[in-house]
Nanobody
Framework: QVHLVESGGGLVQPGGSLRLSCAAS????????INWFRQAPGMEREAVLC????????YYTNSVRGRFTISKDNAKNTVYLQMTNLRPEDAAAYYC????????????????WGPGTQVVVSS
């Protein structure tokens, strides 16, 4: 069965850091672009950033530039989202997804959504 599972969320104070993981099972992440999305309560899900199959990062949300980085470990079949200097407005459920483009970053998700992982930013 092919799916992605997110983990690593939690409660962090403003200015803190978290690293989220997106683990794939049933297929290899290596040939695909992977997006991170987030959805805050009462808001629509938004694309945050993406890593292409070649390792290029594309940001969809300018507010995370300089604070969030995405990386891929093909050996572990996992994509990571390193978040630093977290702000209350970063609080959301975070989801990863392959991209409809396949190898490139279009911001359009493909496949089923995983369970997501919750990030709470509060003092």
């Amino acid at each position: 069965q092919v799916h992605l599972v997110e983990s690593g969320g939690g409660l962090v104070q403003p200015g803190g850091s978290l690293r989220l993981s997106c683990a794939a099972s049933g297929f290899s992440l290596a040939p695909y672009a992977i997006n991170w999305f987030r959805q805050a309560p009462g808001m629509e899900r938004e694309a945050v950033l993406c890593i292409s199959s070649s390792g290029t990062t594309k940001y969809y949300t300018n507010s995370v530039r300089g604070r969030f980085t995405i990386s891929k470990d093909n050996a572990k079949n996992t994509v990571y989202l390193q978040m630093t200097n977290l702000r209350p407005e970063d609080a959301a459920a975070y989801y990863c997804a392959t991209d409809l483009d396949g190898i490139g970053c279009s911001g359009t998700p493909a496949g089923r959504w995983g369970p997501g992982t919750q990030v709470v930013v509060s003092s």
